[in-house]
């Protein structure tokens, strides 16, 4: 089976294909058929490959497999290949995995949608670059995939392309991926011109087998470090960080399976993978990384400050998820990658999760997204509220959830490494994190305040093919907490399958401290979430304090954070305008039309000018003629006379 | 098997067409359309058997054909025809599109059709003319050939401003054409050869027998350039293509960019490169800057166009900014990738312009507010335009992110700062197109007209489809072109890196000193990383 | 003693020149024609000052006095025909080819 | 004593030329032109040219000049209503006549060195008929007949120009 693992990423293809081409005429049972077949058989036999991986020896534990030369020009050379290592086939599993899930769900959540088998067609092209992206071997495929996902999650997010919000989001979402894209192109030059190459195992070759070439460049910015930099650009634009994150909370208006594959499980996490697929380069580059953590905290922390207020379900979700994603990259940038991988594939599970919950609750409620009109749906939607306290639990990092073992591996991580502000900031963070969620569950479900008349009566619950992926999501969030148990708990059987891949000296930031300090300082985060929980009961469930009063005691600091610190309006203001002003008013109405226009109609009035002054000659006065007749005789006397 | 004259006949077929075209009593407008149509099919037919009999590992010049009978042996003109890898492929993609472009204006035309047809074969006679041309007198004369049919049929066939367009645009190529022509003579006169044929001009000029001073180099070089840069048109010279695009009829503006445009940058690497070396490396820095102003600029004004075939026009002027940028790169990617970005841009532009032709038969307006929601009405139509539009953005998987790709890897060895500047063209492009995709396309059906639209009928989508599969086989599968573009782009470089004019493309400053070949890693790693670049 | 040649030529510059000014000052069409013939006249006058001892001078004479009248003989028969048509003389108010 | 006549005669013709050109009556013009040629016609025979003066008097004086009064007996146009010529013709017309004068004389004057320079002086003696015939019909035949065409043409010209009513 190790031979055929290339195929994982084609079956979505045909499956693209099929739907794209003759999906139209396709009963809807065929559509969905097709469309859940293809992911399946790629999760299959990414299972089958997996298992295949596990028993190669350590060392070679990696398949490849060279299709075609793709460009080729000179001594640049492309190749369209796909393989497979343990840090891609982890994605790769939870990409067909959690992606069967929302498959399955989608069927009746789309139920009944003019466009179905077009989202379906969309969402196969999206597993497939996807899975391009992941399996590349070398950065220019990975960059197909890059872009491709780009690209389906334009026609995702504007699905209901009638509806101009969701229009100019997907629009939005593309541009701000591409501007992140500019900066992974240049990247890549870089690269190329270091290394010859651009593919993975060519550049970790080259990294290892000569150090002395490639030293770590502390301190300064030397080419390495901006390489990293750059990659990292790429990568904060695709995974929504500080500063282009603004694409996300907008990309909700696309329908919400979407938004829990793409903007939870999948897409954003690419971003992540890039750094730590590159691990070799960055670990050579302390001043990315140090960028990296700290851009990836801030934007933790800032994302869950506007969570705290946001009135649409699924807008405290996405900026749930930006911020969480903020965490990968913090334990990324202290060197703890299989930390970082960890919370990825835990994240994947209980956020999709949360999306898909919320989904069936919309979808219940037929469309209706603000939490305040929600209410008592505990009675109406009781086994969607079990699933969604049990993702709840799981993301605010109760201990024994999947979310506690993650968070508190990346928190112990800061704290071990020394970064101690960015552990102090990681639990403020983790303390916002429990409560917005307890928040967004105790409003959706909880009972309403003295009647205030929520139309959850009318709700109801969501069919079986919807609860189904919903449960075993549930089941997931709650397990896979066993496969990366910290060190006093339990062997890492994460750290195990991942350590060949990445780079060779990445646990050397294992930290100093003994297990009783690790043991203390989970017990000091499994706290911070209970807190939070307590707090959001406190507001939303025992109204001992009103949420109305303490925003009114501080109305700038919540109006800020209402309006998500402006920081749209801002781009807007301080980007957008400009340049289509400068664009309209200077470069095309003046500099074309005025300028070169008016120089080159400028010659022709010229010209038509000289014209009519010698047309005056032509006075008609025959005298006049006579007069220039001597004037031309004399002239010509006078140059006999003179020469 | 050998077909004697090929190149000859390739390119004198379609004019012998359009006369018979003009014969024939112009009232069956029918079989017109229908025999112009099959003999521009037949042109492409046998330039196919030209590719086909194209050996692989060519480097120089592949074809030559020398018409005994037809040359001026006082003045030593000669009809002198040849093919090799840069032009291969631009005499493929005008054969290409001038059947596209003739069934296109199947219903798009009604007036004088009889002339319109015969006008379109003529011009496509002078574009192959120009592609196969070796001789510098045979080479203006199709140059200047081709301005008069093009002339034509923005002038007659045009929108509103026709004249105005037709006539700048006669202006503006004629005066540098003009420039060009003294530049040859001149240069007939220095050299001394007697003769105007290129390769025994190039041959001189490099083998030092009848060198140039420097200053008539650069003068020489200008005049060429000149003529080039505003047929490319290179930034302050491309006021002309807006209006010419948006008067020309749908066929027209198809192949004006699609072809046209072609020429210039041909010309530049044609002629400019290799007789000039020693002033094209002088003038690389100012040329560079000036396509990547041109890069931003066009795709900045694009943003903000109100007309869509202004729109395409001025994206037009950023994609051939980044082809000059490749050209003057002076590297082994750069000009592959300007040779390759020529080819798409004439297939995604050309493809675009079809596109907005098309709706302009239905609805008679170009203004984009006009629109919205059109998805709804013609879904088909929107998904091809969507394909479309992303192979003009240079989304990698189709045609336009190798050509841009390969140029900017090219031009980042030379000057990575102004590469970095050229790669924002890369989110600008995007902007713009998606920009007008989204008012277009999407949004709420406001308007009725726009409601009961038909979608694509056959035949439009006849014009479509060769164009789309172009466009995907072009960005999945390079190879075919690349490899035969490579021995050519090789001899244009050859005289500026001969002359060490290039630092014997030393090792760009971000490699380390000392770099020893990376060592071979085990085999199961991709093919082992090439040597570092020093040709 | 013979009159110098150059008294005749200074003679000849006079009248040309005061014909040529003639055409310009008068308004009447017949006048200017007649300017010209003076001017002419002036010319036969160098030309014979010049070949004093040989006939050539003469022979020139003749021939552009014979050149004089045909030219007269047009020139009126045209004068005539205009003033037909705008029965007047003033060469002011013939404008028409006024560009 | 030649010396005088020239003087006379000269002086003559001057003031005719004058008069003709402060005339208000075309028909006093004609006739001072008359008078102008008359006077030149003596200057001829001055120049021991008898055949020029003879040619003058009858083709000149007698036909052109008496074709020009019939026509303008014929039109009798009213007076030159020159309504004072604009100021900026007169000073013009002035400027252009002196320098005109002042370049000719000096231009044939330095003809003078031509004229001493080679051709020896023929033995002097009158121009009369027979030497101009001899020249006419041995060195000037060619031009004889192209005026004998040209004269032809002209009548034609006038004929039709006068008749045909346009």
Known sequence: MSDWFWIIPFFPLAGFLVLGLVGRRLPVAAVSLTACGSVALSFVTALFSWQALLRQPDEARFFSQRLFTWIAAGNFQADFSFGLNPLSMVMVLVITGVGLLIHIYSTGYMHGDPGYPRFFAYLNLFLFAMLTLVMAENYLLLFVGWEGVGLCSYLLIGFWFEKPAAASAGKKAFLVNRIGDAAF???????????????????????????????????????????????????????????????????????????????????????????????????????AMETVAVVGMLTAVFAATIGLVQRDIKRVLAYSTVSQLGYMFAAVGVGAFVGGMFHLVTHAFFK????????????????????????????????????????????????????????????????????????????????????????????AFGSRPHGEEAHGHAAHESPAVMVVPLVILALLSIAAGWIGLPAWLGTNHLEEFLSPALAVHAEGAHGAGSHSTEIAAAALSSGIALLGIGAALLFYFYRRLDPDALAGRFPFLYRLLRNKYWVDELYRGVFVQPCLWISRRVFWLYWDQEVIDGLVNGTGRILAGAGNILRRLQSGSVRDYAAWLCAGALTVLLYLLIV | MKIPYLLALLTYLPAAGGILVLLVNGAQEKVIRWFAFLLSAAVFVLSLLLVASYPLPAAGYVLEETLGWLQVPQLGITHHMGVDGVNLFLVLLTTFLTP?????????????????????????????????????????????????????????????????????????????????????????????????????????????????TRTQELWLFLAFFVAFAIKVPLFPFHTWLPDAHVEAPTAGSILLAGVLLKMGAYGILRFCLPLFPHASTAFAPLISLLAVIGII?????????????????????????????????????????????????????????????????????????????????????????????????????????????????????????????????????????????????????????????????????????????????????????????????????????????????????????????????ESRIAPEPRSFPHE | MTVPIIYYLGLSALLFALGSVGLLLKRNLLVQFMCVELMLNAANLAFVAFSQGRADGSVIVFIVMAVAAAEAGVGLALVVVLFRNRNSLDSEDFRLMKG | MEFILFLIFSFICIAAVLNMLFQKESVYCA????????????????????????????????????????????????????????????????????????????????????????????????????????????????????????????????????????
């Open chain 1, 185 to 287: 192109l240049l990247g890549l030059f870089l690269l190329f011109y270091q290394f010859g190459t651009l593919d993975f195992r060519g550049i970790e070759h080259a990294l290892h087998s000569e150090p002395l070439h490639f030293p770590v460049e502390t301190g300064q910015i030397g080419t390495l470090t901006l390489t990293a930099l750059l990659l990292f650009v790429g990568a904060v634009g695709k995974s929504a960080q500080i500063p282009l994150y603004v694409w996300l909370p907008d990309a909700m208006e696309g329908p919400t399976p979407v938004s829990a594959l793409i903007h939870a499980a999948t897409m954003v996490t690419a971003g992540i993978y890039l750094v730590v697929r590159s691990s070799a380069l960055f670990t050579r580059a302390p001043l």
């Open chain 1, 352 to 443: 999709a999760l949360l999306f898909l919950g919320a989904g069936s609750v919309i979808h219940g409620l037929h469309g209706e997204q603000d939490l305040f009109h929600m209410g008592n749906l505990r009675k109406q939607m009781p086994r969607t509220f079990a699933v969604m306290l049990v993702g709840m639990l799981a993301i605010a990092g109760v201990p024994g959830l999947s979310g506690f073992f993650s968070k508190d591996e990346i928190l112990w991580k800061l704290f071990s490494s020394g970064h101690t502000w960015l552990w102090i900031a990681g639990l403020a963070g983790a303390a916002m994190t429990a409560f917005y969620t307890a928040r967004l569950i105790l409003l």
């Open chain 2, 100 to 212: 596209i472009a003739i069934l296109s204006s199947f219903t798009a035309v009604h007036r004088k059709v009889q002339s319109y047809y015969a006008l379109l074969l003529f011009l496509e006679t002078g574009m192959l003319g120009v592609f196969l041309a070796l001789d510098l007198v045979l080479f203006y004369l199709f140059w200047e050939v081709t301005l008069v049919p093009m002339y034509l049929l923005i002038g007659i066939w045009g929108g509103e401003r026709r004249i105005y367009a037709a006539v700048k645009f006669i202006l503006y190529t004629m005066v540098g054409s003009l420039l060009m022509l003294v530049a040859i003579l001149y240069l007939h006169l220095q050299t001394g050869t007697g003769s105007f044929d290129l390769l025994r001009i190039a041959g001189q000029l490099s083998s030092g027998a009848a060198a140039l």
């Open chain 2, 297 to 521: 600029y066009g795709a900045l004004v694009a943003l903000v166009q109100t007309d869509m075939k202004k729109l395409i026009a001025y994206s037009s002027v950023s994609h051939l900014g980044f082809v000059v940028l490749g050209i003057f790169s002076f590297s082994l990617q750069g000009l592959q990738g300007a040779s390759y970005q020529m080819l798409n841009h004439g297939i995604s532009t050309g493809a675009l312009f079809l596109i907005v032709g098309i709706l302009y038969e239905r609805r008679h307006t170009r203004r984009i507010e006009e629109f919205g929601g059109i998805a709804r009405s013609m879904p088909h139509y929107a998904a091809a335009t969507l394909i479309i539009a992303l192979s003009s953005i240079g989304l990698p998987g189709l045609n336009g992110f190798v050509g841009e790709f390969l140029i900017l890897l090219g031009s980042f060895a030379k000057n990575s700062a102004l590469t970095a500047v050229a790669v924002t063209g890369v989110f600008f492009s995007a902007a713009y197109l998606l920009w007008m995709y989204q008012r277009v396309y999407f949004g709420p059906l406001t308007r009725d007209e726009n409601r009961q639209l038909a979608d694509l009928d056959r035949r439009e989508w006849a014009c479509l489809i060769p164009l789309i599969l172009m466009a995907v086989w072009m960005g999945i599968y390079s190879q075919p072109f690349l490899q035969r573009m490579e021995g050519a782009s090789r001899n244009i470089l050859h005289p500026i890196q001969s002359n060490q004019l290039v630092a014997r493309e030393a090792s760009p400053d971000f490699r380390p000193a000392a770099s020893p070949k990376p060592a071979a890693g």
């Open chain 4, 31 to 166: 006739l001072s032109l008359v008078v102008c040629m008359a006077s030149l016609a003596c200057l001829y025979l001055l120049l021991q040219a008898p055949f020029a003066a003879a040619i003058q008097i009858i083709i000149y004086a007698g036909a052109v000049m008496v074709l020009f009064l019939f026509v303008i007996m014929l039109l009798d146009p009213r007076s030159d209503s020159g309504s004072g010529r604009p100021r900026r013709m007169l000073f013009l017309a002035t400027v252009l006549g002196i320098s005109l004068f002042a370049a000719l004389a000096v231009f044939l004057s330095r003809s003078q060195s031509f004229l001493n320079s080679g051709h020896p002086k023929p033995a002097a003696g009158q121009i009369g008929a027979v030497e101009v015939g001899l020249a006419l019909f041995h060195r000037y035949l060619i031009p004889l007949e192209a005026v004998g065409i040209l004269i032809l043409m002209a009548t034609l010209g006038a004929v039709l120009l006068a008749k045909k009513k346009i």
